[in-house]
């Protein structure tokens, strides 16, 4: 099946620092999709994001479809940021998403 | 107006119990899933069903059963519950046609078996 490989595991922030979370994977997909899990293990959408660069508010992400990666843009990281960044796909044909490990993020006051 | 949502949140059993979660959509979804996300937070895909097909990850133990009355509902019931089986489970669904395939979760149920 297809892999997917995200970095860093773990980050560590000063609240109002910048980071770049990135997905690798190992085939082509039709979808690709961010989610964060909060500290309450809720997950939550940030972006539906196959192809292309979108932006929503402090977050951002690009996906470069043919080099098979997608970066996830944090800029002016604040406390409820923390939590768990993941990154999902699902190849041509199949229905469901295949996640990766995830980042780990804290961000310190 | 929750978009997917799933009962019990919680759920502390005894091993060897029968119990079920129950998930419901509000979204006019065609497809929903079961994921299991374990101690390490690896989130893996156990069910997806799709219009009476449903598709089955191998791994999972033939203990759990998916039932769907309606595509507006699907339910994960566990048989003879193990120690192992002590997870979070997340209900997911999508559309699968058209441009627009976000996946939507829901608020999972945290399962603990004694």
């Known amino acids: 099946g297809i892999q997917v490989e995200q970095s860093p595991p773990d980050l560590i922030l000063q609240e109002g620092a910048n980071s770049t979370l990135r997905c690798n994977f190992s085939d082509s997909v039709n979808n690709l999709q961010w989610f964060h899990q909060n500290p309450w293990g809720q997950l939550i959408n940030l972006f539906y994001i196959p192809s292309g660069t979108k932006q929503n508010g402090r977050l951002s992400a690009t996906t470069v479809a043919t080099e098979r990666y997608s970066l996830l843009y944090i800029s002016s990281s604040q406390t409820t940021d923390s939590g768990v960044y993941f990154c999902?796909?699902?190849?041509?044909?199949?229905?469901?998403?295949?996640f990766g490990t995830g980042t780990r993020l804290t961000v310190i006051p | 107006d929750t978009a997917v949502s799933q009962t019990p949140k919680y759920l502390v059993t005894q091993m060897g119990n029968d119990k079920s979660i129950k998930c419901e959509q509000n979204l006019g979804h065609d497809t929903m899933y079961w994921y299991k996300q374990d101690s390490k937070k690896f989130l893996k895909i156990m069910f997806s069903y799709n219009n009476k097909e449903l598709i089955i990850n191998e791994t999972v133990p033939n203990r759990f059963s998916p039932k769907s009355p309606d595509k507006a509902h699907l339910n994960l019931h566990i048989n003879s519950l193990e120690l192992g089986d002590s997870a979070v489970y997340f209900c997911?669904?999508?559309?699968?046609?058209?441009?627009?395939?976000?996946?939507?979760f829901g608020p999972g149920t945290r399962l603990l078996v004694l």
């Open positions: 999902a796909v699902d190849q041509t044909g199949a229905n469901n998403l295949f």
């Open positions: 997911a669904s999508r559309l699968t046609s058209g441009r627009l395939k976000t996946q939507y």
